[in-house]
């Protein structure tokens, strides 16, 4: 059965990160979502333009599997002061199911709704000094309890696969990367 995903987005999202974990996750089967915070088209932090499948105000009544946030700078802020995906993430951490983010937005949005709290994460080198455990910074992927967490575009790929095994298993995650050349 496919699991639902949620890859919210804003202005000044991070490309790479976004359509990284959004591709890797629908060969894996999983039903993924890519809502904006803003207006549907978003420019990206490159300049690309990308096109949400809908708003995050149409997400607000749904259940998903996992919310992951890619990061990039403006785009962390803009997730970070969306009231609507505050909600959605609050609810993931409370109700058990698994959420994640990578570069920028584990310090910009995670931390800073208490969704790390208590656990232990990485981010892009630029903030890590907004962690609390320094300790684990180093790590590519780090993965505490239904928290995950990633350092950047150079990792993207490692962490949408991370994701795959959480959703769907170790055997899934390597038949997704075998033809990927990874």
């Known amino acids: 059965m496919a699991k639902k995903v949620l890859v919210p987005i804003a202005d000044g999202t991070e490309e790479i990160e976004a359509v990284c ?6 060969r894996a089967g999983a039903d993924v979502t890519v809502a904006s915070v803003g207006e549907l088209q978003i420019t990206a932090s490159r300049g690309v333009k990308l096109v949400a499948d809908q708003l995050i105000t149409a997400c ?3 259940t998903y599997d996992l919310v992951v946030l ?5 785009g962390a802020e803009h997730l970070r002061d969306s009231k609507e995906l505050e909600t ?7 109700q058990g199911r698994l959420y994640g983010a990578i570069c920028a937005a584990p310090a910009v949005v995670l931390k800073h709704h208490g969704l790390l709290d208590q656990r232990q994460a990485t981010c892009h080198p630029n903030f890590v000094s907004n962690l609390e455990n320094i300790d684990l910074v180093q790590a590519r992927v ?13 990792t993207a ?10 959703l769907y298993g170790a055997d899934k995650a390597k038949e997704v990367a075998e033809p990927m050349v990874v």
Do not use: H, N
Not at 70 to 74: A, E, S, V, Y
């Open 142 to 154: 780090v993965v505490d309890g239904t928290c995950v967490t990633s350092r950047g575009p150079g």
């Open 70 to 74: 890619p990061g990039g700078m403006p």
């Open 60 to 62: 607000m009544d749904e």
């Open 157 to 166: 790929l490692e962490f949408a696969l991370k994701l795959v095994e959480l």
């Open 21 to 26: 974990v959004i591709d890797v996750l629908r």
């Open 88 to 94: 959605i993430l609050k609810d993931q951490r409370d």
